[in-house]
């Protein structure tokens, strides 16, 4: 006689997934569920959830590296166990980390000897790298100033009001006064004659940008050497520049070896470069190059033996995983000079071809400049009926993620969308996304005004009459901060990428 079993008594593997029940009850959300579940499930409801996401290469908002060869995710899995601060463990990615340092440095123009190896760090991104340059400014100021028997509780620091958030949470988490030069129409980086003006004897550095988040620009860094080695002759003092190259740094050398930006100018002392942008790996890899080992007090730095050896450490974190920094050496030794120079000549003529479809459409004005980070920040030339956070909703239909945003004061009422062009996004990509905006426009200029309807409903509740203002600007910047509230009512906004 043949035996059977129900369903719920037979063996769950020879089940398919969405046959059992556990894609029928609700996933834990905020405590550990009791029992387990098999792995097959598992990985199948995470991964269904996760396709909920943006798709990463569609997405233009992000500077990241989205894509890279087979190969390289062959070595970044099968080092993905490693952890980057097990020195005496894993010689050889101590090692690989250390060709790493000297690389970039020899890239930055760093004056080095013959065999003299260079002084710097990976870190997580550009944002660590920041604080660790941040600090070493900080403690070299205040080792001075105690020397001179001077007060060393106020520093500060002077950037631009276009510089990332990282910058201030430096200033807010070490205590550093945030000297900000406001941007201005048609000028949205920092001036460095102002910057200048703006240092005194408590500033530990001036901080430009090698490639602004908003437009891509180059901040002009030579000039803003040559004013602060002035200044300081003058005053006897020696405030230095530390240059954020986040998203220019592994650009600048390849596309405008010739322009002088890094430690061939005297008084930049430190440089941060992001690995996981445009030194084409993927999320999680850093750098921060110092000139000398003078420009790094020895006080901030660590030593530890009890992972079997003496290690010097100066990080914020501890443990961390070696693939990045594996995958950057990769790169490096992979793409060579030649490769790093073809891929930012590719980026740099899409650039040109989305810049191009742009114009011919004679409804944008382009803010970003054609030298700098390969992208395209624009605004509409005429958003009295629609304005750029519906063209940016609008797009996510056609699978694009395209930024909108306020520039920083004083030029806040300047709303534009950015598309950032990484080394994944090829002509035909630029060519397809320029066909969806004039869909998205088309379908614009077929609906009511948003916009108009809001301001009307703004003005009814305010028992106030609505007047057609005479200045467009003043149009332009009622409209802005009325669908900036309209937003911030629906969801929470985030940051620039």
Not at 150 to 169: H, L, M, R, S, Y
Request: glycine fraction near 6%; charge should be negative.
């Amino acid at each position: 006689m043949v035996l059977s079993k129900t369903s719920s008594e037979s063996d769950v593997s020879v089940h398919s997934t969405f046959a059992s029940r556990y894609v029928r009850t609700s996933l834990p959300r905020f405590k550990m569920a009791e029992q387990s579940i098999p792995k097959e499930a598992a990985f199948q409801i995470i991964n269904d959830e996760l396709m909920l996401d943006g798709n990463p290469r569609l997405n233009l908002a992000s500077f990241v590296t989205t894509w890279m060869e087979p190969e390289c995710d062959k070595l970044i899995m099968s080092s993905i166990n490693k952890n980057y601060v097990d020195m005496d463990e894993y010689p050889v990615t101590t090692e690989l980390q250390n060709r790493c340092v000297n690389i970039i440095a020899h890239l930055f123009n760093a004056p080095l000897g013959e065999s003299e190896a260079a002084v710097g760090v990976g870190t997580v991104g550009s944002s660590e790298a920041i604080m660790l340059a941040g600090l070493a400014f900080k403690r070299k100021w205040q080792n001075k100033m105690k020397a001179q028997g001077k007060p060393f509780d106020k520093p500060n620091i002077v950037t631009g009001a276009n510089v990332q958030v990282c910058w201030e949470k430096f200033a807010r988490y070490f205590e550093v006064e945030l000297k900000e030069v406001k941007l201005t129409q048609d000028y949205y980086v920092m001036d460095p004659d102002k910057a200048v003006e703006m240092v005194d004897e408590n500033t530990i550095c001036v901080a430009a940008i090698l490639g602004s988040t908003l437009n891509g620009e180059f901040e002009d860094v030579k000039r803003l050497n040559d004013l602060l080695v002035q200044k300081n002759n003058e005053t006897g003092w020696d405030t230095p520049i530390h240059v954020d190259a986040a998203s220019g740094g592994f650009i600048a050398p390849f596309l405008y070896p010739e322009l002088e930006w890094d430690f061939r100018l005297p008084l930049v002392k430190s440089i941060n470069v992001s690995g996981h942008k445009y030194g084409l790996v993927y999320a999680g890899i850093g750098w921060v190059i110092w000139r000398s080992k003078d420009d790094l007090p020895e006080e901030l730095i660590f030593h530890i033996n009890y992972l079997g050896a003496d290690q010097p450490t100066f990080t914020l974190n501890f443990s961390k995983g070696s693939s990045q920094v594996i995958a950057q050496y990769y790169q490096l030794i992979r793409l060579g000079h030649e490769g790093y120079t073809n891929v930012m000549e590719n980026c740099k003529e899409n650039m040109l071809v989305l810049k191009d479809g742009l114009e011919k459409t004679g409804q944008f004005n382009i803010i970003s400049k054609d030298d700098g980070v390969p992208l395209v920040a624009f605004s509409l030339k005429d958003n009295s009926k629609h304005n750029e956070f519906e063209v940016s909703d609008l797009l996510r239909r056609y699978g694009w993620i395209v930024p909108a945003y306020t520039m920083p004061p004083d030029a806040q009422h300047v709303t534009v969308l950015r598309v950032v062009i990484r080394e994944d996004f090829s002509r035909t990509l630029a060519e397809r996304l320029v066909c969806d905006i004039k869909k998205v426009l088309h379908e614009l200029d077929s609906l009511p005004s948003k916009i108009v309807a809001k301001v009307e409903e703004e003005g009814e509740k305010n028992g106030s009459v609505i007047v057609v203002k005479k200045s467009a600007l003043e149009t332009q910047r009622e409209i802005t901060t009325i669908w900036r509230k309209f937003v911030m009512d629906k969801k929470k906004t985030n940051g620039v990428c």
